[in-house]
């Protein structure tokens, strides 16, 4: 059995490491399984590229299809393109795509219209919101998906709820959580870590990257000013996305306590989220991670496709409107925080999951 392993983004990577790792046990346990990876060339940027295939121990990818920016039609008809001519050249016995991004719904089409089986790790999770382009990622690629890896019992509603057949859908856990379990006595501090005389607990971890938070000057302005004012004393630690270093340039923003810095590598970023006080950010798969360390978290979103790590773990979406935000930091910082649990079968074994799964079909 061959696997065609699809990663594009930064998130996909962590989220085919463990099934590399798993493919690879039970192929040296005997099995007839081996996999190929593809890497679409979605981020291109080597910060959110090639150092988390360096961080994460992936073998590098068998193909770099090289597909680079664009708008969100530009970018995945040239992943369609270069992804068929993939499939043709070297045919599978199934496409395995991860989480939403771009390259999750490219090669889901284009594995389907080759009559490809396809499966979806990170199937079911929906937030409600179709003005984000993910939403309508993680619809289309279950639409067209045969098999079915869930994170949680509400994603595994979700598929019920939309006619997928329960022999279809598989409850393995979040693949994300054995990545985040396997590193974690590997994570590495930052130079800044020294730079700027951190120690545990006494700073803050920002991200931010969605259109709604960055794309307005004023706003990103506003959001900051109100994240500085609350935080202060604590420092803010602001690994700057790409896309969000070209808002802010020409800005003038003058926060004493808010740093800026490069995109890290997984080991880095991850390192900083596990020994902060809190985490603010406008990322999914953050707030998973999170949730597992038991790290408050606030996120800067009217909705979110986890839910779990609301209920269940550290998180509390608040909403995007910057008057919200210092109540949540001060009792963050103050730490008056709620006690998180962890949700089932994040373990760090969903991988093994999966290939057990692909094994028996």
Same mark, same amino acid.
Not at 4 to 24: D, Q, S, W
Not at 161 to 174: C, L, M, P, R
């Given at each position: ?18 099934v590399i790792r798993a493919i690879e046990a039970a192929r040296s346990a005997g099995h007839d399984i081996d996999y190929r990876i593809v890497h679409t060339g979605q981020h291109y940027d080597i910060n959110l590229s090639k150092t988390f295939f360096d961080d994460l121990q992936i073998p590098p990818p068998h ?226 991670? $999170? ?7 606030? $996120? ?62």
């Amino acid at each position: 059995m061959l696997i065609t392993l699809v990663a594009g983004a930064r998130p996909n990577f962590m989220k085919i490491a463990p099934v590399i790792r798993a493919i690879e046990a039970a192929r040296s346990a005997g099995h007839d399984i081996d996999y190929r990876i593809v890497h679409t060339g979605q981020h291109y940027d080597i910060n959110l590229s090639k150092t988390f295939f360096d961080d994460l121990q992936i073998p590098p990818p068998h193909i770099n299809l090289g597909a680079g920016s664009g708008s969100q039609a530009v970018q995945t008809a040239a992943i369609m393109i270069a992804f068929e001519k993939e499939l043709i050249k070297n045919p599978t016995d199934l496409v395995m795509v991860v989480g939403d991004v771009n390259s999750t719904l490219a090669c889901s089409i284009t594995a389907a219209k080759l009559c490809t089986l396809v499966a979806h790790v990170e199937a079911g999770i929906r937030s409600g919101d179709l003005t984000m382009p993910e939403e309508i990622n993680r619809i289309v690629t279950d639409c067209l998906a045969d098999l079915f890896f869930t994170t949680s019992t509400t994603a595994n509603e979700n598929l019920r709820a939309s006619g997928i057949t329960e022999d279809k859908i598989h409850f393995v856990g979040n693949v994300m959580i054995d990545t985040l379990l396997f590193n974690l006595e590997r994570l590495h501090k930052p130079l800044l870590w020294d730079q700027l005389n951190l120690e545990n607990s006494n700073y803050l971890v920002l991200t931010l990257h969605r259109p709604v938070n960055v794309d307005h000057p004023a706003n990103l302005k506003e959001l900051l000013d109100e994240i500085g004012q609350a935080a202060n004393p604590y420092k803010v630690i602001f690994p700057v996305h790409p896309r969000t270093r070209e808002i802010l340039k020409g800005m003038k923003m003058d926060i004493s306590n808010i740093h800026y810095t490069e995109p890290m590598g997984y080991l880095e970023f991850n390192y900083m989220v596990r020994y902060a006080r809190g985490v603010i950010t406008d990322s999914g798969g953050i707030t998973e991670e $999170t949730t597992v360390l038991g790290i408050p978290c606030i $996120t800067l979103r009217d909705s979110t496709e986890r839910p779990e790590t609301c209920t269940i773990g550290t998180n509390e979406l608040i909403g995007t409107n910057p008057s919200a935000i210092p109540p949540w930091i001060i009792k963050m910082v103050k730490g008056d925080w709620k006690k998180g649990g962890i949700p089932e079968k994040w373990d760090g074994k969903a991988a093994e999951r999966i290939v057990e799964v692909l094994l028996k079909v």
